[in-house]
């Protein structure tokens, strides 16, 4: 492990939540930690015990009392000497407390910045800085559980995995290079071939897993189309258990893009209800068309709508297009509608678990409560720039058997790969990073 950054300044925050709590913990990070809790504590604490303690401003009066935990750096979650205040979480009495510690030299903490230290005195890498903040704000159990894998290091570590396999080809073809008697034997060796291939695979297992995790965090739009009365704002309504949209059995009823979240195992799902698309000569109506078809462009998924009582199926759809048919509580023979496409009545409930199980499969995660962590777009679109340059770097080796560009592909390869875990990564990248995390955090 390299030595840690020590930086110069000392940052504190409270690291527990505004408004009044049994207790409420402030957090002090930097080189003045033992002058701090000197001051304030009246001792630096053995590190790592709860030890009580009585908090005094300057004019020596008690401000609180409570618990301080101090751990010396690098040991600390921060890598820097760290101190804990563990007071009453009244919010004026955190407030003096904070005041007396920022009068005493420490400055406040910007959000993510304990974090943001940790990760620049490699305490953990940035997907594991990432999942901190994605366990935190987690809104489905499934989430927490696939951030806590992350924070872990389980995504960091297939991704290093595949980052090993990517520079042991480069050396091996830059190898190759510099020997060039024997690059002839290298471009005809089957062995760089079947490396790539396997890279390829190897990646290619990551970005699924990955496109689970994304959703588990960021979720996905799904948009509810079709024609006027085909039941879109009663299936909107079924799906979130709540009167959220208007039914009745006028055509055109829905105007406006209505939204609501709707949790599908662990998924956080947005549905959208929208205008049932069809010409209108009212001005209303049209401006509510309009908006339904700029919603679908948007959405991850288009549940398209059909009444199987008088309509059938369209001949083509999208590619995130799931055609349904409802209303099928009216047919006589619901088993004679085409199979394979969900049928379903949004007035009996009917057929809505097999709707809902193959939303999952459209969206890719048919199985989120299994081993899913949590990632990031930011993830998958680097993992996606390091797909495309192992397939650069398969055609020039096909084309031109050019080991040269091969090795500048791989080369780009590990540049997006090492870009996920931190390791080469912009500082404004990291800035943008840390910056969404809370303070104290
Ligand atoms: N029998 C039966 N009626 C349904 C079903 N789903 C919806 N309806 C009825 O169809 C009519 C239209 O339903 P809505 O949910 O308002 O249809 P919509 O697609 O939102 O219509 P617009 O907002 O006008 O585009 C209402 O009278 C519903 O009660 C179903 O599965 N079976
Ligand atoms: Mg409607």
Redesign the pocket.
């Known amino acids: 492990m390299s030595e840690p950054t020590y930086e110069k300044d000392t940052i504190a925050a409270r690291a527990t939540a505004p408004g009044r709590g049994g207790i409420g913990i402030i957090r002090v990070s930097g080189p003045e930690v033992t002058r701090i809790s000197e001051a304030v504590a009246g001792r630096i604490p053995e590190p790592r015990y709860a030890t009580f303690a009585r908090f005094r401003d300057e004019n020596n009066q008690v401000l609180d009392e409570g618990i301080v935990l101090f751990f010396p750096g690098p040991d600390s979650f921060t890598g820097e000497d760290v101190l804990e205040i563990q007071g009453h979480g009244g919010p004026v009495v955190l407030e003096m407390l904070l005041s007396r510690i920022v009068s005493l030299g420490a400055r406040n903490a910007r959000p993510g910045e304990f974090s943001q230290r940790a990760f620049l005195n490699d305490k953990l890498d940035l997907t594991q800085a990432e999942a901190i903040a994605d366990l935190i704000e987690s809104s489905t159990e499934a989430a927490a559980r696939g951030a806590i894998r992350s924070l872990q290091g389980e995504f960091s570590a297939l991704v290093n995995e595949l980052l090993a396999q990517v520079i042991e080809l480069r050396v091996y073809v830059e190898a190759a290079i510099d020997f060039p008697e024997e690059e002839i034997d290298f471009i005809s060796n089957e062995r760089v071939m079947g490396r790539l291939k396997e890279i390829q695979e190897t990646l290619a297992s990551i970005l699924d897993q990955s496109r689970a995790g994304t959703l588990l965090i960021e979720g996905a739009s799904v948009v509810l189309t079709?024609?006027?009365?085909?039941?879109?704002?009663?299936?909107m309504n079924r799906l979130t258990g709540r009167e959220t949209?208007?039914?009745?059995?006028?055509?055109?009823?829905?105007r406006d893009v209505i939204g609501d979240v709707l949790q599908l195992d662990g998924i956080p799902l947005r549905l959208l209800?929208t205008?049932?698309i069809r010409e209108s000569a009212d001005q209303i109506e049209a401006e509510g068309v309009k908006r339904a078809q700029a919603a679908q462009q948007e959405a991850d998924l288009v549940l398209h709508?059909v009444d199987a009582s008088t309509d059938t199926p369209p001949e083509t759809t999208g590619p995130r297009e799931v055609v349904v048919l409802?209303?099928?509580?009216?047919l006589d023979n619901p088993d004679d509608l085409p199979s394979g496409t969900p049928k379903?009545?949004?007035?009996?409930g009917e057929g809505l678990e097999n709707l809902k199980i193959r939303l999952k499969e459209t969206l890719g995660v048919s199985d989120a409560e299994g081993g899913g962590f949590t990632a990031r777009s930011r993830h998958m679109a680097a993992l996606n720039a390091a797909g495309d340059a192992l397939l650069d770097g398969k055609r020039v080796l096909e084309d031109q058997q050019a080991g040269e560009l091969l090795a500048e592909e791989l080369r780009e390869c590990q540049r997006h790969l090492s870009e996920i875990t931190g390791e080469f990564s912009a500082d404004d990248l990291l800035g943008e990073i840390f910056s969404s995390f809370c303070i104290g955090k």
Not at 226 to 235: D, T, V
Not at 245 to 254: A, C, E, L, R
Not at 344 to 348: F, G, H, L, V
């Open positions: 079709g024609k006027p009365n085909a039941g879109k704002s009663s299936l949209s208007i039914v009745t059995d006028i055509p055109g009823t829905t209800d205008a049932g709508l409802n209303k099928i509580d009216l379903i009545s949004a007035k009996t």
